[in-house]
């Protein structure tokens, strides 16, 4: 059985991540009103992804003989005004489930819970990689955002990205 505390907040994150399914797919919704269909595309991919960390921290949960309580989602609450928000809005927000992670992680430490330290890895990896990303889409709308013709062909480019099932299968 895992600690109390610990599959607490492991139940919170199913609900974190599917805010943050939520929260990307506004975030494609913005770009879609705005006639970016790539960066539509991208945060909706983004918001897949969500959808399947939220899927196995679920599984974790059942795997492990817990029942899994599902709460209501926020509204996502980014102001979304200039095409560069979402991006902004974004990595702050994935600094922010960074921060979850690593609760987690120190809660599952405090208890010796080696299993949940392993499972939560994955995710700390993950969480590496998805700052470098929104962080460097920053960079890039920085760099070619105010060029019309390179934010077309920036565009196309995160037009391109394809959804890929999860590495971590439970
Ligand atoms: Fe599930 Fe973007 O972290």
Redesign the pocket.
């Known amino acids: 059985m895992l600690d109390a505390k610990v599959a607490e907040l492991l139940n919170a994150q199913v609900n974190k991540?599917f805010y943050?399914a939520y929260l990307y797919l506004d975030f494609s919704n913005f770009y879609t009103d705005n006639g970016l269909e790539g960066f539509a595309n991208w945060y909706k991919i983004q918001a897949q992804e969500?959808r399947d960390?939220a899927l196995l921290f679920m599984k974790y949960l059942q795997n492990n003989g817990h029942k899994v309580t599902l709460d209501a989602i926020d509204k996502p609450d980014k102001e979304l005004k200039e095409l560069a928000d979402p991006l902004h809005g974004g990595y702050e927000h994935?600094q922010l489930?960074t921060s979850l992670i690593h609760s987690i992680y120190e809660a599952a430490d405090n208890v010796k819970d080696f299993r949940t330290m392993q499972f939560l890895d994955w995710f700390v990896k993950e969480?590496g990689e998805?700052e470098t990303n929104a962080e460097g889409l920053i960079k890039k709308y920085d760099l070619f955002g105010s060029d019309p013709r390179a934010l077309y062909m920036l565009d196309n480019e995160l037009g391109g990205r394809v959804y890929s099932a999860p590495s971590l299968v439970l």
């Open positions: 991540e943050s969500e960390h994935e489930v969480q998805e």
